[in-house]
Structure formats: structure tokens, C-alpha cells
């Protein structure tokens, strides 16, 4: 039980263009979800987290229109990234969770990288 | 801001050898996790750490955590090669934001 998918697992786009990512929830419904970043050789950032029917809370520095998070379903959130740069080629981890806030396990995705062009 | 740091930040050991790989934080939190990466892929869990004195094993790698000092120790038994990765410790702060340490790439020399 708890797998969580994303889709793509790689994706390669032209610079100015924008990209969606999916992160699902397989098995379970999750009332909460995150999305971080990894840069080669790096740790993950968390860039925000996402509650379903509500809009996503970003971390500081986190361009919120930059980077467009949807949840709109217990087993669903996106993030877009929009007008991709070179600077945005990343490894982007989504990680589900059972519920809200408390101590809840955070399941994570495959992962997406990124490569823009 | 709460800061997680983590070191070695590498770690080259022969097989057979033991080491530790220390994990400090900022601010209070109860909840700490250890994961392994491989190259290119996610996150593996390898342990929850939910109260002060924890302890978990799992074959040779123990974990451990100590809230009052803010620090969560990995120690690593007679290393073979497949422990080769990086590892991570996560914070979990109020909300369930995980924050991440700075990771501990370890690699084991035969």
C-alpha cells in the first residue's frame, strides 16, 4: 500500500514553454501533498505543500506563479511549471500524505526530471 | 528557519568497517525520518524516529534520536557495497513539512 506515481518520469521541453507534472496517489486518498526540487548532488527543497480543494502554500522564495500547483482531487495534485528555463531543469519529488498536519508518513513519487532546453 | 544539517557530507569506508552519519536540527520537532537515494531515482524510507531515545535496526544500519540535543545519529555495521547511496535525514515540522538534511553521499570500497 501507499504508492505514489508521477507522470512523466522525464520530460524535455524548449525553453518559454510550460510543463505539467502529475502526482497521484494510488492506493489511498491523500489530504495533503508536496512538492519539493533536487538540483544534482543536492538535497530536496520542499517548495510547497498542497491541501486538496485549497490553494497550495508555497515556501519562501517559491514563485507561486511560476510554479502552478492544482489538487483537485484526494488522489491527484499537478504542478506546472510555467515558461520553463534552463534554470527550472531540476529532479521534482512529489510525496503524499493520509491527512493533515499531525504525524502522518509522507509517501514519495518516482520523481520527474526536468530538462529544459 | 529551521536549518538540518548533516555530516560527513561524504563518506568513502571499506567493507567490513563501521561509521556514523550525524543529523542535527534547528528548532524542536518530534519526528525524524531516514531515507536512502539511489543515483537518479526517489526516496527509499529506511526508518521513523517518533520520540526522544528512539532506536530503530533494520540488518546494519541503526538509527537513533535524540530530541533534547536535536540530533539523530545513522550508524552503519560492517559496510558492504550495496549500502552505497546517499542517505537523508528529514524533520518534520508542524503541518507536516519535511525539511531535509544536507545528505550523506556514501560510497563502500571493497
Not at chain 1, 101 to 106: L, P, W, Y
Not at chain 2, 56 to 63: C, F, I, Y
Amino acid at each position: 500500500g501507499a504508492v505514489v506515481s508521477q507522470h512523466p518520469s522525464r520530460v524535455i521541453c524548449k525553453s518559454g514553454t510550460s510543463v505539467k507534472i502529475e502526482c497521484r496517489s494510488l492506493d489511498f486518498q491523500a489530504t495533503t501533498m508536496f512538492w519539493y526540487r533536487q538540483f544534482p548532488k543536492q538535497s530536496l527543497m520542499l517548495m510547497a505543500t498542497s491541501n486538496e480543494g485549497s490553494k497550495a502554500t508555497y515556501e519562501q522564495g517559491v514563485e507561486k506563479d511560476k510554479f502552478l500547483i492544482n489538487h483537485a482531487s484526494l488522489t491527484l495534485s499537478t504542478l506546472t511549471v510555467t515558461s520553463a528555463h534552463p534554470e527550472d531543469s531540476s529532479f521534482y519529488i512529489c510525496s503524499a500524505s493520509r491527512q493533515a498536519g499531525g504525524s502522518a508518513e509522507q509517501f514519495f513519487g518516482p520523481g520527474t526530471r526536468l530538462t529544459v532546453l | 528557519e529551521l536549518k538540518v544539517e548533516q555530516n560527513p557530507l561524504f563518506l568513502s569506508m571499506q567493507e567490513g568497517k563501521n561509521y556514523t552519519i550525524y543529523c542535527n536540527y534547528s528548532t524542536t520537532s518530534d519526528r525524524l525520518y531516514w531515507y536512502r537515494q539511489d543515483p537518479g531515482k526517489s526516496l527509499e524510507s529506511l526508518f521513523v524516529l517518533l520520540s526522544n531515545g528512539a532506536v530503530k535496526q533494520e540488518g546494519r544500519l541503526m538509527a537513533s534520536l535524540d530530541t533534547k540535543a536535536r540530533l539523530s545519529t545513522l550508524h552503519i555495521t560492517a559496510a558492504v557495497h550495496d549500502l552505497s547511496a546517499t542517505y537523508f535525514c528529514a524533520v518534520a515540522r508542524t503541518g507536516n513539512q519535511f525539511y531535509f538534511g544536507t545528505g550523506t553521499s556514501l560510497t563502500v570500497i571493497p
